[in-house]
């Protein structure tokens, strides 16, 4: 007696059009999943970026905001009132010796002694276009001697004319303005501001975001919430020595 075995599908396994098709929906679901992972991880670099920048550029307002604290004249000479950190840079006597500047922003005298002397340590913060060697299309340098580890100033060294304090500041004047009310005298450009009224400074510094550094695209609206615009950070500051 002959009998015939029945093959059922289940036991027939997969035809070649099905495997062609399951690793048609795998390469599919890889893809997506892929792409996904890729945006996750773009995304987290940009936020770490954006992080950063905001860093330091809060870290450039408190180093200039240490040397407004020791400063016992700021946009003032011993025969000048507060005026434009340019005027009292040209009051003062160097204005011509003070290296290849842009728009001066700072004027600072501090006061104290060296190996027994009176002496008299100026720095002046100015912001100028980028030379190629940092982010463009504007920089903030400082003059003066690098203060060392513990924050003191070493009278015997040389000032420095151009160290870049922080780059990728943008070039459009700041909009709106920071407020800077009477007696105040606002000095500054591009994304570089100081109110200074007596021994209180208001600083405003606005950086290029993130997402524009290699784009020719710049905004200077520092409303918060506008599209676009670039990191703005801002501080008051007054000296601990003035009276």
């Not at 390469?27 to 892929?34: F, N, R, Y």
């Not at 604290?69 to 011993?78: G, V």
């Not at 006061?111 to 027994?116: D, E, H, I, P, R």
């Not at 550094?213 to 601990?240: A, E, F, H, I, K």
Request: hydrophobic letters at 40%; glycine letters at 10%; one cysteine or more.
């Amino acid at each position: 007696m002959k009998t015939h075995r029945i093959w059922h599908k289940s036991e027939a396994g997969l035809t070649l059009i099905e495997l062609l098709l399951a690793a048609t929906l795998f390469l599919i679901i890889l893809s997506i999943a892929g792409t996904g992972l890729i945006v996750i991880i773009n995304a987290n670099k940009r936020a770490e970026a954006e992080t950063m920048r905001r860093v330091t550029l809060n870290r450039a307002l408190n180093f200039i905001a240490d040397d407004i604290r020791m400063a016992s004249r700021i946009n003032s000479t011993s025969t000048t009132g507060t005026t434009t950190a340019t005027t009292a840079a040209i009051n003062s006597g160097l204005y011509g010796s003070i290296g290849s500047n842009g728009t001066i922003v700072l004027y600072l005298e501090i006061l104290g002694t060296c190996v027994g002397y009176p002496f008299t340590e100026t720095i002046i913060y100015d912001i100028r276009g980028n030379t190629g060697t940092w982010l463009g299309p504007l920089v903030i340098n400082r003059y003066g001697r690098i203060p060392k580890h513990d924050g003191s100033i070493d009278c015997l060294s040389s000032p420095q004319p151009s160290i870049a304090v922080v780059d990728a500041i943008v070039s459009n004047n700041i909009n709106p303005l920071p407020t800077c009310n009477p007696p105040g005298v606002l000095s500054g450009a591009g994304g570089f501001y100081a109110c200074v009224n007596g021994a209180k400074v208001d600083l405003t510094i606005a950086g290029r975001p993130v997402q524009h550094w290699l784009s020719n695209s710049q905004s200077s609206d520092c409303t918060p919430g506008t599209p676009g615009s670039p990191y703005c950070v801002v501080t008051t500051v007054s000296s601990r020595v003035m009276h």
